[in-house]
């Protein structure tokens, strides 16, 4: 059980692009999905924390007009980068919390974002 | 600001023994504290979460939270090659409603076959 989606796993970008990036709770209802982002051999920076049906609260220094995203339903979560630069290249983590165990937090695979 | 610290390693024990992680946390209300491992290149995974005093075994790993002296560690019995990952502590500092957890920057395991 416990298992968050996310899609696409990666992909390459044009400078000044848009990407929609996918997350979703296969076996559970979320009741907070989170964005993070990793560079490499750093440590996971969260970005925003997002609720169902409410706007995406964001982290200090994180544009929210860079960064949109949309929590739809309990299961389903998007984060588009717009106006994509090379430096927003990076490994972009989605997790979720389950309506059960509201603590823990459950992390998709990932999606490798490369912007050219 | 509240933060959660931890030895970034890298540690290298030899395969059969026992490896120890440490991690402490600067809030003494926290109530929630776990162990992510992440491999390389791949997104963490959650394997221990703890919630009161003492000590909580699930296979080969023993996670072990001390609140008075705000400190969670995880041990790994017989260390295998595949155990070989940057571990994550995580403490959940909000109050009521609220779910983030603040991570640490990680210890980088190596076992050693």
């Known amino acids: 059980g416990a298992v968050v989606s996310q899609h696409p796993s990666w992909v390459i970008c044009k400078s000044g692009t848009s990407v929609k990036i996918e997350c979703r709770s296969l076996?559970?209802?979320?009741?907070?999905m989170f964005w993070y982002r990793q560079f490499p051999k750093q440590s996971l920076m969260l970005m925003a924390t997002?609720?169902?049906?409410?706007?995406?609260?964001?982290e200090q220094g994180v544009e929210k007009d860079k960064f949109l995203i949309n929590h739809a339903s309990l299961t389903l979560s998007t984060l588009t980068v717009t106006s994509a630069h090379p430096e927003d290249s990076s490994f972009y983590i989605c997790?979720?919390?389950?309506?059960?165990?509201?603590?823990?937090?459950?992390f998709g695979p990932g999606t490798r974002l490369t912007v050219t | 600001q509240k933060e959660v610290e931890q030895n970034s390693g890298p540690l290298s024990v030899p395969e059969g023994a026992i490896a120890s992680l440490n991690c402490t946390y600067s809030?003494?209300?926290?109530?929630?504290f776990f162990w992510y491992r992440q491999y390389s290149g791949k997104s963490p995974e959650l394997i221990m979460s703890?919630?009161?005093?003492g000590d909580k075994e699930d296979g080969r790993f023993t996670a072990q939270l001390n609140k008075a002296s705000q400190y969670v560690s995880l041990l790994i019995r017989d260390s295998q090659p595949s155990d070989s990952a940057t571990y994550l502590c995580?403490?959940?500092?909000?109050?009521?409603?609220?779910?983030?957890?603040?991570f640490g920057k990680g210890t980088k395991l190596s076992v050693i076959p």
């Open positions: 809030d003494r209300v926290s109530q929630s």
């Open positions: 997790s979720a919390n389950s309506l059960q165990s509201s603590y823990e937090q459950y």
């Open positions: 703890i919630y009161s005093n």
């Open positions: 995580a403490v959940n500092y909000s109050g009521a409603g609220s779910y983030q957890l603040t």
């Open positions: 076996d559970f209802q979320a009741t907070t």
């Open positions: 997002s609720n169902e049906g409410s706007k995406a609260t964001y």
